[in-house]
Antibody
Framework: EVQLVESGGGLVQPGQSLRLSCTSSGFNVGDYAMTWVRQAPGEGLEWLGLVRSKNYGGTTDYAASVRGRFTISRDDSKNIAYLQMNSLKTEDTALYYC??????????WGQGTLVTVSS | DIQMTQSPSSLSASVGDRVTITCRASQSITNYLNWYQQKPGKAPNLLIYAISTLESGVPSRFSGSGSGTDFTLTITSLQPEDFATYYCQQGDITPRTFGPGTKVEVK
């Protein structure tokens, strides 16, 4: 059974960093495009970025809103994907979802981890 | 970036109604157009991918169509469990943007 479980969320001050983890089971993260999506309170979905599968070179792409501040990576040996978030802003407050990308669609989602950026 | 718009932003409907949601891309995309359903307090769920292919387990009352820049999600006979918010997403190029969502509410 495919499962994705996010962890690492919490309350941080503006300017601080946080690393989210996505622990996956039932598949190998290296074989898929691991993608992060967030949802601010009461708002819609925002695609943040992805790390492509090994077959596609493991390259990354990001939304403009987080490019240069956020980094997506994965550890194939642990089957975990990560979202490193630096220079956090209040507008980064959201529920962060880890998703599995397969053939340009997001077929499995975790339940999300909440990040609150506030002084 | 490709901008995705949806209309309407919300609609009120009754059980048994036919519901149509439109999604428009700011430029022509290939067939990488997906639809997701999200219920309150839950993660989104993939409904349709590649414009018109139903994800496994999705009821046949859901269907998708369209091409180029204009796409449609149709629910032929709305059921109580279908009251939710629906998002389109383009998977053509990064960033793989979502539409703003359409909330389907009880009339």
């Amino acid at each position: 059974e495919v499962q994705l479980v996010e962890s690492g969320g919490g309350l941080v001050q503006p300017g601080q960093s946080l690393r989210l983890s996505c622990t996956s089971s039932g598949f190998n993260v290296g074989d898929y495009a691991m993608t992060w999506v967030r949802q601010a309170p009461g708002e819609g979905l925002e695609w943040l970025g992805l790390v492509r599968s090994k077959n596609y070179g493991g390259t990354t792409d990001y939304a403009a809103s987080v490019r240069g501040r956020f980094t997506i990576s994965r550890d194939d040996s642990k089957n975990i994907a990560y979202l490193q978030m630096n220079s956090l802003k209040t507008e980064d407050t959201a529920l962060y979802y880890c998703t599995r990308g397969f053939e340009r669609r997001l077929d499995y989602w975790g339940q999300g981890t909440l990040v609150t950026v506030s002084s | 970036d490709i901008q995705m718009t949806q209309s309407p932003s919300s609609l009120s409907a009754s059980v048994g109604d036919r519901v149509t949601i439109t999604c428009r891309a700011s430029q022509s995309i290939t067939n990488y157009l997906n639809w997701y359903q999200q219920k309150p307090g839950k993660a989104p769920n993939l409904l349709i991918y590649a414009i018109s292919t139903l994800e496994s387990g999705v009821p046949s009352r859901f269907s998708g169509s369209g091409s180029g820049t204009d796409f449609t999600l149709t629910i032929t006979s709305l059921q109580p469990e279908d009251f939710a918010t629906y998002y389109c997403q383009q998977g053509d190029i990064t960033p793989r943007t979502f539409g703003p969502g359409t909330k389907v509410e009880v009339k």
